[in-house]
């Protein structure tokens, strides 16, 4: 029983054994409501969660908070892999757009190919209309490249204007340590500079 | 809804809010069956856990494994902070006698006192007669000596051997590393060598 708790834990993503049998103790010693709670958390969690009908991150109601809200730019649309990547860009607060959640990226390898992704729905709400810009914010990998390229292809004669995200030097990296693509690139596509970043 | 399961998790020590997160996201792309046996793991435990009535071991049945072997020692004692301490030393294959598990030691910053912990049970087990050694196997800490020095004031005039783990150079350390009382100490109980290990 209690190496089946440990072995459930275990199975995240990140968590050895070692650390399985750390936190399941630890649950043990907390008193039955607050394990309950723990437990059932998840469980309501994934029977009850819903998906923004427009872009496919996770909301509470049928659109979410972000596509509802007429205050940002409902023309531009951030293409994104996952909900966390929706938040990372959020905690920005430099985008005002909104955002299209693809469910991952185009992996032969892991077996996940454009159609297991949320590519289709993306083409249908540019052919939708009132979209100017799609801006490409997949991770700089080559599964991330692939999909880009996908992507491209399937929009390419919509007219509408693609961008990608700015890849080049991280802040607070050190020049000599950076990889060449990336110093290469931060060249090539360098910026107009006035005085201040 | 997201929010409640990851703050469920962020209570989890050594789990930040990044991290709970990541497992709470994790867990939303399993079905709904393991998402079940996942939530449903830790309160099945949690309800239906017991404690061997011996020696306060976490247990399936009424004694614990261990208690109930009869090929092992039960004159010997090995009084433990918690489960994971059995666990550890099991692991070391050096142990054959039983254990006892004190749930804590004694910590008046913590608000532990000795009736928090399976002191009584254990002195009550001494006077139960069949026992000629009790090992301490605390942590050597100033909380876990506190504990070791109080059951030592309740057992003394039982007439059992009391011993307490070696305290040393851990294996691989190196020696000029080694804080000065550990080093110390490890000169003071010098063992006699035979010309191995």
């Known amino acids: 029983m209690l190496e089946k708790a440990v072995n459930e834990f275990a199975k995240l993503p ?3 054994s070692k650390t399985a049998m750390r936190l399941v103790l630890h649950l043990l010693r907390q008193d039955m409501p607050a394990v309950e709670a723990f437990g059932q958390s998840v ?8 998906y923004c009908s427009v872009c496919h991150n996770i909301s509470d109601t049928e659109t979410c908070g972000i596509c509802a809200d ?7 649309v951030c293409v994104v892999e996952n909900i966390q990547d929706v938040m990372a860009i959020e ?3 430099q985008y005002k757009g909104v955002y299209h959640v693809l469910g991952g990226v185009i992996s032969p390898m892991d077996g996940v190919g454009p159609s297991d992704l949320q590519i289709q729905s993306l083409v249908g709400r540019v052919a939708g209309g009132g979209i100017k810009e799609v801006i490409l914010a997949l991770s700089p990998t ?14 390419e004669d919509s007219g509408v204007r693609m ?12 020049l000599q340590y950076t990889d060449e693509v990336t110093l290469g690139r931060s060249i090539v596509n360098r910026v107009a500079f006035n005085g201040q970043i």
Chains 1, 2 share one sequence.
């Open 91 to 93: 905690n920005t607060q």
């Open 142 to 155: 080559m599964e991330g490249d692939t999909t880009n390229f996908y992507i491209y292809r399937k929009l």
């Open 43 to 50: 469980i309501t969690l994934k029977r009850e969660v819903k």
């Open 163 to 174: 961008t990608v995200i700015a890849r080049g030097v991280a802040q607070n990296d050190e």
């Open 14 to 16: 990140g968590i050895g």
């Open 70 to 76: 007429m205050r940002r730019d409902h023309s531009t």
